[in-house]
């Protein structure tokens, strides 16, 4: 079906309504707000001169935060959802051209653990690179599913290379140390709902 | 926590070289130590793939998307008002061409070039009593060689017999060669001669037009007007112009 006759039907309520429902019409209602708002993607390229992968990401990311937020009920409605998603989206816009401009960090680039290990010495390197290996990978992602969505939502974006300050600013907390001292919890949780598993 | 503390540190960069080597050799020294490296490495890297996973979900949706609305990159704002400014231009010169190909008053001396480069680049003879003679003139002509072909005519305007012929064509010649009182001269005489076919008067206005000395324009204009009043030879090409003086 073309975008613009879909988008014309569809009211914000709509699809509001459909997102705070179970199941697979939560479903349709995220696959719903995508549609709706997806040339904004056409503006990351045009105005911000971002690639498509990058506008894909930028744009995919803006919405799994409203979605969150719109599920906590953290969206008043005060402005429209068009308006109040293209501040998120113009938000991450900013953040990703001005680290692409000072060229400081790599965001949105998955951050490899072999990267990361490039900075250690080759013995030290070598034991985590062996015992990485040995990580039950799949334990890992079904424990991250269970450490609560606030949890998962916090760590995704430290993932994805993120700062503290940004994360506050993007899942609306209200300092970076606030995140930190949430995002350290978390993933100590995470590594005692592993360990639990793996003694099991 | 205070280890995953340290171990963000020494992976942001933020621990002195000598820290550095002392947080390597923990991992070295200390089994659980290494493990907790590990497992922070590791959640980092499932974390980042379930983000990916997230955003797969709505990849087709915005490749379809794609496929239906190519993006075209935009020029940059300043870049764009030119090509606003740029096309405002050229719809202001189609206009002004517009006006100038359709509306404006076409210059009758134009229209006189015109014409002679239609009709007087080579000559042929229509009638003659003399035919060899005329037929020679006329092949100078078209050979270019005006002076020889002039010098013809002007004998055979001296016959009665051909003499409305050859003073059309001693016309023409000295209208090509420039020499517009003698053309204007030659036309004038032919258009008092009583002849079925006439074009003395147009080819008059046409020499009028060519010379374009103050006043010729005028006369020139109401030679065109007897010539359609009169319906003389030449009065389709007369109205014609005319309609655009």
Redesign the interface.
């Known amino acids: 079906m073309p975008f613009n006759q879909l988008t014309h039907r569809i009211t914000d309520q709509d699809i509001i309504d459909s997102l705070l429902k179970e199941g697979n019409d939560g479903k349709t209602g995220e696959e719903l707000l995508f549609r709706q708002y997806i040339y904004f993607t056409d503006q990351a390229v045009n105005k911000y001169r971002f690639n498509d992968d990058e506008a894909f990401n930028i744009y995919a990311d803006s919405i799994l935060v409203a979605i969150d937020m719109i599920r906590k009920r953290s969206f008043e409605g005060r402005s429209s959802l068009k308006t109040w998603l293209h501040q998120i989206f113009h938000n991450k816009c900013v953040d990703l051209l001005r680290k692409k401009t000072s060229n400081k960090n790599s965001v949105h680039r998955v951050s490899s653990i072999p990267d990361r290990l490039l900075q250690m010495a080759d013995t030290a390197k070598t034991i985590i690179q062996e015992m990485i290996d040995k990580t039950d990978k799949d334990l890992l992602l079904q424990k991250l599913q269970e450490v609560g969505e606030n949890c998962r939502k916090i760590l995704m974006q430290w993932a994805d290379g993120f700062s503290d300050k940004e994360i506050a600013a993007s899942l609306a907390y209200k300092t970076a140390d606030v995140v930190k001292t949430t995002r350290l919890r978390c993933l100590e949780k995470l590594k005692q709902l592993y360990k639990a598993n793996k003694t099991n | 926590?205070d280890n995953?503390?340290y171990i963000?540190s020494?992976?942001k960069?933020d621990l002195s070289a000598q820290d550095k080597?002392k947080f390597?050799?923990k991992?070295?020294e200390e089994k659980d130590f290494?493990?907790?490296?590990?497992?922070?490495?590791?959640?980092?890297?499932?974390?980042?793939?379930?983000?990916?996973a997230?955003?797969e979900r709505?990849?087709e949706?915005?490749q379809q998307?794609?496929v239906?609305?190519e993006?075209i990159?935009?020029q940059p704002v300043l870049l764009r008002k030119m090509w606003q400014w740029a096309a405002a231009a050229a719809v202001l010169a189609g206009l002004i061409f517009g006006w100038y190909a359709w509306l404006r008053p076409v210059d009758p001396a134009a229209l006189a070039d015109k014409y002679i480069d239609d009709n007087f680049q080579e000559l042929s003879v229509t009638m003659s009593s003399r035919l060899d003679s005329l037929q020679t003139a006329l092949d100078l002509y078209n050979k270019g060689k005006q002076d020889q072909s002039l010098k013809i005519l002007e004998s055979l305007a001296l016959q009665d017999s051909i003499a409305a012929e050859a003073k059309k064509y001693a016309g023409i010649v000295c209208l090509q060669m420039e020499q517009y009182d003698k053309a204007i001269n030659y036309f004038s005489q032919l258009s008092s001669y009583s002849l079925y076919s006439n074009p003395g008067k147009f080819y008059q206005a046409l020499t009028l037009l060519k010379r374009n000395q103050p006043g010729d324009k005028q006369q020139a204009k109401l030679l065109l007007e007897q010539v359609v009043q009169n319906d003389l030879d030449g009065k389709e090409t007369a109205q014609e112009w005319l309609k655009k003086w």
């Open positions: 926590m995953l503390e963000e020494y992976f960069g080597i390597e050799q991992i070295v290494a493990e907790e490296v590990s497992f922070y490495l590791s959640i980092r890297k499932v974390s980042a793939e379930e983000l990916s997230e955003r709505f990849r949706i915005y998307y794609k239906n609305n993006v990159p935009k």
